[in-house]
């Protein structure tokens, strides 16, 4: 590891690019190949999620939006009076804003992200637009135990804000973990959490597989990432996306495919790839209303009200802590 370490400080600096070798050359020694989906989020990763949140196959924001529009008055009748927003994090400014718009006298927005810039920009713009609420960033790995700074004395009570589904990212036991940690910090406030619902295998296959290719660039980012920050050379021509619904497990499974026999360099090892053989890049777990409020209740949640589209496609949960 040693003279991992050097390449990998000389090549991109700085402790996240040592995890990110770190988690490659795990992910390509074991059998199946996998590597975690939070390695999608560079600059350029984090562009390409918002150009799939555009996209007409892609429902999940759309509709989640439309919720949090549709439902704002009972949503902010759940919050009460001089709440505190604590987002895990710092996602779309526009859906905490319907929040905020809903509620009434917000006392504090604490959005945890572990990307300071992405939390120092978002933070500012909050600032201007929301001149009587005082926005706290706190930089750290919310998937991790946190510490919260106290509730005011004069607050009403603590929500949490876990939207877009990223908890259909987690594998089930993180997705436990998670959940089992937030109840703990929310104790006596609530979670407002947004899950993506089982369906029609046509609209997932659809979402997960765009007509314009934007999916397919988000996924192979992951590779010119590792060639840029890991001076690997993966040949992007001779790797496809591929997205499908596994019905058993209720997720969609993202894969790169290779498209040939190949060797391929990563941090001075080499690797080599079967024709057909993957490299698993994303779970993405679709819930029923019943198992998500399962795994809420496993967790110390008590289930409250949950907001659906008369399609079902996504869901909101309120969920007691
Ligand atoms: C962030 N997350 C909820 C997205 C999802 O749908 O699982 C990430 C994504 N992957 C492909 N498209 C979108």
């Given at each position: ?12 600096g ?13 992910g ?17 990763g ?13 429902y ?19 919050v ?17 804003r319907?929040?905020l718009?809903?509620m ?35 930089v750290a790995d ?13 607050a ?16 089930p ?7 089992q ?5 929310l104790?006596g ?29 988000f ?7 590792a ?18 619904y ?5 997720r969609?499974?993202?894969h790169?495919?290779?498209?040939r ?16 053989e993957?490299?698993?890049t994303?779970n ?9 409020q ?20 996504f ?7």
């Open positions: 590891t040693g003279t991992l370490s050097k390449i990998q400080t000389r090549l991109a700085g402790e996240a690019a040592e995890a990110f070798a770190r988690d490659l050359l795990a390509l020694s074991s059998t199946p190949r996998s590597i975690s989906p939070k390695y999608f989020y560079d600059a350029p984090s562009l390409l999620f918002d150009r799939i949140c555009e996209l007409p196959e892609y999940p924001t759309r509709v989640e939006l439309g919720l949090l529009s549709g439902h704002a008055r009972e949503i902010a009748r759940q009460g009076p001089r709440a505190e927003i604590v987002e895990f994090g710092a996602g779309s400014l526009r859906k905490v319907l929040l718009d809903a009434d006298r917000p006392v504090r927005y604490l959005p945890i992200d572990i990307s300071g810039e992405h939390l120092g920009a978002a933070a500012q713009v909050l600032r201007r637009d929301y001149p009587g609420l005082h926005v706290q960033p706190l919310y998937t991790r135990h946190m510490l919260l700074p106290a509730l005011g004395e004069d009403g009570q603590r929500v949490g804000f876990f939207p877009g589904s990223t908890i259909g990212n987690f594998t036991a993180e997705a436990l973990h998670f959940l940690m937030a109840a703990q910090v104790r406030g609530a979670l407002l959490l947004g899950a993506d619902l089982v369906k029609d295998p046509a609209v997932l296959h659809a979402a997960y597989n765009d007509t314009q290719g934007v999916t397919a660039a996924n192979l980012n992951l590779l010119v990432r060639n840029r920050e890991l001076g690997c050379n993966f040949d992007l021509a001779q790797f496809a996306h591929s997205a499908f596994n019905a058993p497990l209720q969609i499974e993202m790169l495919v290779s498209r026999r190949q060797q391929v360099r990563v941090c001075g090892r080499c690797f080599e790839f079967a024709e057909g993957t490299l698993h994303e993405s777990y679709k819930f029923t209303l019943d198992g998500l399962a795994l809420a209740r496993q967790a110390g949640f008590t289930p409250g009200p949950a907001w659906t589209d008369p399609q079902k496609l869901s909101l949960h309120w969920l007691n802590a």
